[in-house]
């Protein structure tokens, strides 16, 4: 069964950067649909970034497009975030969850998910 494992995540001033890296084991990733997920304390689940298995990507929502990128390198099983211009609303757990092909990228569709890394934007 395919883990995830999230790593990356910490402590940054506003304006830094963060890059966050999901690690698969156990099975290939690479017929995955990968997303990244942020939830913060007392709100909803939301999508961050979904990358297809070819590469191609979907970013959202509004507040990050720009800021984040999305990247995955299936030779190493590992999808990245990189995140720039980071700003305290940007606070949150990231989560790092995968779909079969033909599934949504959200977090209804997504079935394998990580246990989550904090991050924190914070002067």
């Known amino acids: 069964q395919l883990q995830l494992v999230e790593s990356g995540g910490g402590l940054v001033q506003p304006g830094g950067s963060l890059r966050l890296s999901c690690a698969a084991s156990?099975?290939?990733?690479?017929?995955?649909?990968i997303g990244w997920f942020r939830q913060a304390p007392g709100k909803e689940r939301e999508g961050v970034s979904c990358?297809?298995?070819?590469?191609?990507?979907?970013n959202y929502p509004d507040s990050v497009r720009g800021r984040f990128t999305i990247s995955r390198d299936n030779a190493k099983n590992t999808v990245y975030l990189q995140m720039t211009s980071l700003r305290p609303d940007d606070t949150a757990t990231y989560y790092c969850?995968?779909?079969?092909?033909?599934?949504?990228?959200?977090?209804?569709?997504?079935?394998?998910w990580g246990k989550g890394t904090l991050v924190t934007i914070s002067s």
């Open positions: 156990g099975y290939t990733m690479t017929y995955y649909v």
């Open positions: 969850a995968a779909a079969p092909l033909g599934n949504a990228c959200s977090p209804s569709g997504m079935t394998n």
């Open positions: 990358i297809a298995s070819s590469g191609g990507y979907t």
